[in-house]
């Protein structure tokens, strides 16, 4: 079993604060970064319980798609492995079927040990934040824990 953060790591908890800050109107459902109990109990190894992961909602209507956003962190050297509507997609294994839980609702993130504390912008291509909409974005209430099937 991964040892249980108590606190995100930094480059995490960025994701949803820059995809906040860059489109504030956005679902945020599905947002998540530590486990529930019953998320620990059904996956043990999760990076979410060690806090090097993210879950972030698919929103296209409001400005996030996480199809987009699959494809373009293909090239971030921070991601470990992504997960989005049934696929799976790191650099050692390439894209495939993912047998495990779809993520049908949101793309979850699952950052490199080594890159933890790195926080620069996850989503360049989507341009740069209002300076108003970061600071609402870092103050913001954080995602609740819940239990999901992931």
Known sequence: MI??????????KAILQQA??????????SDGLLPSKAHIKQNPNSDHNSGFACDLTHDPANGIDCKDIF?????????KYLIFQGRIWSQEKGER???GY??????HISIKETK????????????KPKVKEVIKAKVAKKPKKEVRND
């Open 71 to 79: 494809e373009k962190l293909k090239e971030d050297p921070r991601v």
């Open 116 to 127: 933890g504390n790195d926080t620069s912008p996850w989503f360049p291509w989507l341009g």
């Open 97 to 99: 079927h993912h047998n």
């Open 102 to 107: 779809a993520h049908p609702h949101h793309l």
């Open 3 to 12: 040892p249980l953060a108590r606190v995100a790591q930094p480059a995490a």
């Open 20 to 29: 906040t800050a860059l489109r504030p109107k956005r679902n945020k459902a």
